[in-house]
């Protein structure tokens, strides 16, 4: 047994003497994996347990939970909030967490990816640790599809395949008979999109002549003799298509995007591990581990974190169909915010470029979208990118994101939107790759001159 799952085993122990349990859990993708992990393993060892999911863990939420029950597991958060939860929690709680550990406050009950050398923000997630515990607890090893989900989710895939620790779990999940991989071309939507619309809708990457161009689409598969329609008229998607014609479609594709200045090096970049679900329907959106996220994620970005979670944990029925809603409503919005910044543009500061979409981007999904214009090549990869946007009367959000190659140079954004946040009255929190702050509306640029000098320090002390 690996120390870690050792760890697990001794808040295990602890946990199995509880009864009447709270799960508080992340409101993404992957806390929201965390939480169906969680419950389901601890039902499956007859607990009564309850979960609530939360955007952010501050004082009034901590407030708002800490007399729902008489114990507590809190799951990708609270290590970042761990002197909130020290000063107001009453009833025991252990902390399953993988964000940046901030300075100083140490706690015993932490099962953490960094307390045994593990990068938790690429090679394990807040499911993937909610999973080795939920296994230590329970023994179910079935769970570890979800925790793929969650890491999938959280952006955890390096050059498009899980890395890390996050393999050993995708093998559990393999084993259990839940989850294959394998390689192919790993643009979104590969299961539950019409094969045309997959290219239509590509944003990660763009590609260029077919992204957006409807009809170029259709004169590209045409021409390159790809069926779309099944004898019967039915529109297939790319996972209906014959070994022969997804490689003829990929040296086709190819030949397209090198007479369009690709190179072979990114054409590379097309292809990758991709995870399918066995027990989902073959074209459901829950098939395919990265579109099951996104479904997630849409869930808990509007409003409605526990329909993912019901979802997660089996509903195929009421909970399932409204999720099929918020993720058309989610597509909708992401849409929206992409184009709002590819027509506004981005400003350039020495050491970061942002945008601020006040009332145009929601807040829960800025964040996304930043990640989104990074990815689709609109933005250049030489500084981290900053996405604003109005999140209430008083606050604006603020998520930046950073490209492996710029952390490997110094950047660390949890540390430098930390800083940042402190000097103008926010606050903030994440990983060196991606992190998120609140702050107080007006203090935009103050913030920002901070955030660039930061990064500017961080880059230039390499
Ligand atoms: O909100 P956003 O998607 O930009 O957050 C990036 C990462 O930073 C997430 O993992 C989020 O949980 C984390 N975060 C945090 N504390 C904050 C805001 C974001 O730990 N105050
Ligand atoms: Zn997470």
Redesign the pocket.
């Not at 991606?434 to 609140?438: L, M, N, Q």
């Given at each position: 047994m690996d120390a870690i799952s050792l760890l697990a085993k001794k808040l295990a122990d602890l946990v199995r003497k509880w009864d009447d349990v709270v799960v508080v859990s992340?409101y993404d993708a992957d806390g929201i994996t965390s939480a169906a992990i969680l419950v389901s393993a601890l039902r499956s060892i007859g607990k009564d347990v309850r979960f609530i999911n939360v955007k952010?863990l501050y004082s009034d939420q901590v407030e708002e939970v800490k007399d729902m029950g008489s114990a507590f597991i809190f799951s990708d958060?609270g290590i970042?909030q761990i002197s909130i939860l020290l000063d107001q929690m009453r009833a025991p709680f252990i902390v399953l967490d993988h964000?940046e550990i901030p300075p100083g406050r140490e706690y015993p009950y932490l099962l953490h990816p960094h307390l045994f050398g593990i990068d938790g923000s690429r090679e394990l997630s807040g499911a993937g640790i909610s999973y080795i515990f939920a296994r230590a607890l329970s023994g179910r090893k079935d769970l570890a599809a979800l925790a793929v989900v969650g890491a999938v989710g959280?952006v955890q895939l390096v050059d498009n395949a899980l890395v890390g620790y996050n393999r050993k779990i995708l093998k559990d999940a393999i084993e259990a008979g839940k989850v294959f991989a394998y390689r192919d071309l790993a643009l979104y939507g590969r299961v539950s999109r019409p094969l045309p619309y997959m290219f239509v809708y590509s944003t990660n990457p763009v590609l260029p002549g077919l992204t957006a161009n409807e009809s170029a689409v259709y004169d590209f598969l045409d021409a390159a003799g790809i069926p779309y329609r099944d004898d019967t008229g039915r529109i297939l998607s790319y996972v209906d298509l014959s070994a022969e014609d997804k490689r003829k479609l990929f040296t086709e594709l190819s030949m397209y995007l090198l007479s369009r200045g690709w190179d072979s090096q990114r054409l590379q970049s097309l292809l990758g591990e991709v995870y399918e679900l066995t027990d989902e329907d073959p074209h459901s959106p829950l098939r395919d581990v990265r579109e099951y996220a996104t479904l997630l994620n849409a869930c808990g970005r509007h409003g409605k974190p526990e329909v993912g979670v019901r979802v997660a944990m089996g509903d195929r029925g009421k909970y399932y169909d409204e999720a099929l809603s918020l993720l058309r409503h989610h597509r909708e919005a992401l849409r929206k915010g992409v184009d709002y910044v590819v027509d506004n543009g981005l400003v350039q500061l020495d050491s970061i470029q942002y945008f601020h979409a006040h009332d145009v981007i929601p807040a829960s999904v800025v964040?996304i979208v930043a990640g989104m214009i990074y990815s689709s090549g609109i933005a250049s990869f030489k500084k981290p990118i900053v996405g604003m946007a109005y999140e209430d009367e008083e606050h604006v959000?603020v998520?930046?994101r950073a490209t492996s190659r710029l952390v490997s140079a110094g950047v660390d954004l949890s540390r430098a939107m930390r800083a940042a946040a402190e000097q103008v009255g926010g606050?903030?929190?994440?990983?060196k790759p991606?992190?998120?702050?609140?702050i107080p509306r007006g203090a935009e640029d103050e913030f920002l001159r901070r955030l660039d000098r930061v990064v500017s320090a961080q880059l230039g002390a390499t």
């Open positions: 992340h952010q958060l970042g964000h959280d964040g959000k998520s930046a606050e903030a929190g994440g990983h991606a992190a998120g702050a609140r």
